[in-house]
């Protein structure tokens, strides 16, 4: 067995080791000097950093976790007069992607674009194609992915955990009634700043102020905990609380589409104002749009471009189109005439179907003339030729005078954006054939709402008010409690018209709604006073007055002894064949006061509105008294009764006297058989046949009649007290015969 030899170790010489330490030395020394040099470095990069970039590279850091948010402010409401909302604002989200977190967050987890769109796409109910098109975007680092989303929708998102993606809340207005009211109303932009409308009239009270949140957020826009964050809260808008009576406007936009669509028209306006305060109670505009898709829809409207026919879209005619008006402006030059003591009620005006100014004839719509007419009369045959007369009495700076007075040739003020002021000529450049054509409604351009103001002033007895159409600003204090904020009341002008002259105009107006354009107009039971116009359209290109484009117009008043309502309705272009106002506006104006009348009639409309209805007394004489008291009752009458018997003998006011539903008739009962036989011969004009006949018989009255439709004539005036048995003729008219 070998035997292992122990190694010797060899024998470090003394200078050998000496020689070793040195090195071990510096090597020490280098590497202590490297440390040395790292430290420093380090301390100096250190300090470059907290002193030199410290406030710098602090702000770039807490970009990286803190989030700035907008908090926008909500926008207030539109209401109607009586809190039932038009335009709102609901909570909505956005949903924002910062590309290079989600493509990170991509590869991290190992999955694919495709997979997370089809996720997202899932959560928010939308189409796989769009959310996978903008995700696959290369080259925007920031994207909108989905706009207008509800609470649902982002709460499963955000469940997903999805590195990248961004939410906000939004503000999205609504207009629950699409194209109602649709150009009164208005809309708004991308950004909730008001374009038209009362949205643009009223931006700076409904806009409110915006707020800011500031806290920190994870990659999964996830709150960070512990750090704290600040908020300025936005403060809301204000609510818009118009005239408008949600009621009238929905049968204005109904006739409105109808007369659209009936007439083949380019446009039809409707507008309903209280006279007494200047309140807008409706204002229609057929076609509209939906507000909610404020550029669509245009194409049906004029315009050489897009842009162009999405304005003409958005356009309230009303307010923003000026036109001759025609005929409904003789009420204004006969307003004036009465005034100053020009017009009496037996003047004669005869008309041979045109009068002539040196070498020019200007013509009366009737060719064949009026013949001898009464100063009612003129207003009713809405004879040129009587209107041409009463503009040589006045002459042009009279005339001048009440145009001006009664608000013509400016703005009337109404809180709605766009209006047009129309064109009054001078007074020192109209000459006689001027004068003429001026009387009766041509030469001077108004807007709607001109002619509506100067009516009202007719039917509230002379006071001229601006019209609005919205009645108040307010907001919810912290307890819910409405806090009003500011009234809009219209500037009056007083006493433009006497009250003579604004009472004898309106005898003249019914007599013409009954009479003229009654046959379409006349609504059994209520009293309405009314005029037609046709308005000749000026061709733009040539400047002269088209020969197939007219405007057909009706401005009405009801009750006619003290107006509540005034409405205008304007057709634009009918294109059937038929265009006078008479023909077109007139029918459309009976079926809007059937609706309005129904309405009021309504506890609902009876609580807004103190309009009765007209009833004529019915013959009860010889009628035990609960007989007679159940028949009166039928009619919307009540009674008190005088004497000791069973049968009623007499009652006042008499049979056929027209007085408003309600009223307490007196009626004296008595055991005798003696009955008085005296009657009110009632007002017959514009009823039916079937009624009128009816009427007669349970008066007791004889009756012959000739033709067929609506009474135009009644041979014993209405209010002559007669005897029963007495004869009337009558004498009947299509609506067609007019």
């Known amino acids: 067995m070998n035997k292992l030899r122990k190694k010797k170790r060899k024998k470090i010489k003394p200078f050998e080791l000496k020689k070793i330490n040195e090195q071990s030395i510096d090597r020490l020394i280098l590497v202590g000097i490297s440390i040395g040099v790292v430290i420093v470095v380090l301390l100096l990069r250190m300090l470059y950093l907290t002193i030199i970039k410290g406030s710098e590279l602090a702000e770039k850091a807490e970009t990286e976790w803190k989030s700035e948010m907008n908090l926008t402010a909500m926008r207030g409401n539109i209401v109607d007069r009586n809190g039932s909302i038009l335009v709102t604002s609901t909570n909505v989200y956005r949903i924002e992607v910062d590309m290079d977190t989600l493509r990170a967050y991509v590869d991290d987890e190992k999955t694919t674009i495709e997979k997370v769109s089809a996720n997202i796409a899932e959560a928010i109910g939308t189409s796989y194609d769009n959310i996978y098109k903008k995700l696959s975007d290369k080259e925007n680092k920031f994207i909108i992915l989905s706009k207008g989303l509800e609470k649902d929708a982002i709460d499963k998102v955000k469940a997903l955990e999805i590195a990248g993606l961004v939410y906000y809340d939004e503000i999205e207005r609504y207009y629950p009634n699409g194209n109602y009211l649709s150009q009164v109303l208005g ?21 409110g102020l915006s707020g800011i949140r500031i806290g920190g957020i994870d990659a999964y826009s996830n709150d960070l905990p512990f750090v704290s964050g600040k908020q ?53 505009n057929a076609p509209g749009y939906d507000p909610n898709s404020p550029y ?141 054509t001026i009387a009766f409604g041509q030469t001077n351009t108004l807007n709607a709402l001109q002619l509506l103001t100067a009516v009202n002033a007719v039917a509230n007895g002379g006071t ?58 006349f609504v059994q039971g209520y009293d309405i006073g009314g005029k037609t116009g046709t308005a000749q359209k000026v061709d733009p ?21 003290d107006p509540q309502l005034t409405v205008y309705i304007s057709v634009d272009e009918p294109s059937t064949g038929v265009y006078y106002g008479g023909q077109v506006a007139s029918p459309l104006m009976k079926k809007l006061f059937s609706y309005i009348f129904s309405y009021i009639e309504s506890p609902t409309g009876k609580a807004s509105y103190s309009i009765s209805k007209d009833v004529v007394i019915p013959e009860i004489r010889g009628k035990s008294v609960e007989e007679a008291k159940t028949i009166l009752e039928e009619n919307d009458l009540g009674c008190e009764v005088e004497g000791e018997g069973n049968t009623i003998v007499s009652i006042n006011p008499y049979p056929g006297t027209t007085v408003k539903a309600g009223s ?22 514009g009823t039916t046949v079937e009624f009128a006949i009816n009427l007669l018989d349970n008066l007791g009255l004889q009756y012959e009649y000739e033709g067929s439709g609506k009474v135009v004539e009644q041979s014993i005036s209405s209010g002559e007290l007669i005897s029963s048995g007495t004869k009337v003729k009558l004498v009947f008219k299509e609506e067609s015969e007019y």
């Not at 108040?472 to 307890?479: A, L, P, R, V, W």
Request: aromatic fraction near 6%; hydrophobic fraction near 35%; include cysteine.
């Open 296 to 436: 669509e829809e245009y194409e049906n409207f004029e315009g050489d471009t897009e842009n162009d026919k999405i304005q003409n879209m958005w356009r309230n005619s009303i307010v923003s189109d000026t036109y001759e008006p025609g005929s409904t402006f003789k009420i204004i030059t006969m307003a004036a005439a009465m005034e100053e003591g020009l017009i009496h009620d037996d003047d004669v005006f005869v008309c041979n179907g045109s009068k002539t100014f040196g070498d020019v004839q200007v013509h009366c719509w009737n060719l064949s003339g009026h013949g001898a007419q009464t100063a009612a009369e003129i207003l009713k045959n809405s004879c040129n030729v009587g209107f041409m007369e009463l503009g040589a009495r006045l002459g042009a700076e009279k005339l001048n005078e009440y145009i001006k007075k009664l608000g013509f040739g400016s703005i009337t003020g109404i809180d709605l954006p766009g209006e047009a002021e129309g064109i009054v000529k001078s007074t020192n450049s109209i000459s006689d054939i001027d004068l003429a």
């Open 541 to 561: 290109t040539t400047g002269a007055y088209s020969a197939d484009k007219y405007i057909a117009s009706m401005v009405a008043m009801t009750p006619v002894d």
């Open 232 to 284: 300025t809260n936005a403060i809301n808008g204000k609510d818009i609380v118009t005239t408008i009576d949600e009621n009238l406007q929905y049968y204005a936009e109904l006739v409105a589409k109808e007369g659209l669509e009936t007439h083949k028209a380019k446009r039809v306006s409707i507008t309903i104002m209280n006279p007494n305060n200047g309140e807008i109670l409706a204002m229609a």
């Open 664 to 685: 307490k008739i007196k009626l004296t009962a008595s055991a005798k058989s003696s009955i008085d036989n005296k009657i009110i011969m009632p007002d017959l004009a």
């Open 187 to 207: 809309t708004i932009n991308s950004e909730g700043v008001g374009l038209t409308g009362l949205e643009l009239q009223y931006d700076d009270y409904l806009s």
């Open 464 to 521: 001229l008010i601006q019209p609005h159409i919205v009645k108040e600003i307010t907001h919810k204090d912290s307890n819910g409690n409405t806090i009003v904020d500011k009234t809009i009341e219209g500037k009056s002008t007083e006493n433009v018209l006497s009250e003579k002259t604004c009472a004898t105009l309106r005898e003249y107006l019914e007599r013409t709604a009954t009479q003229d354009a009654g046959a379409g107009t």
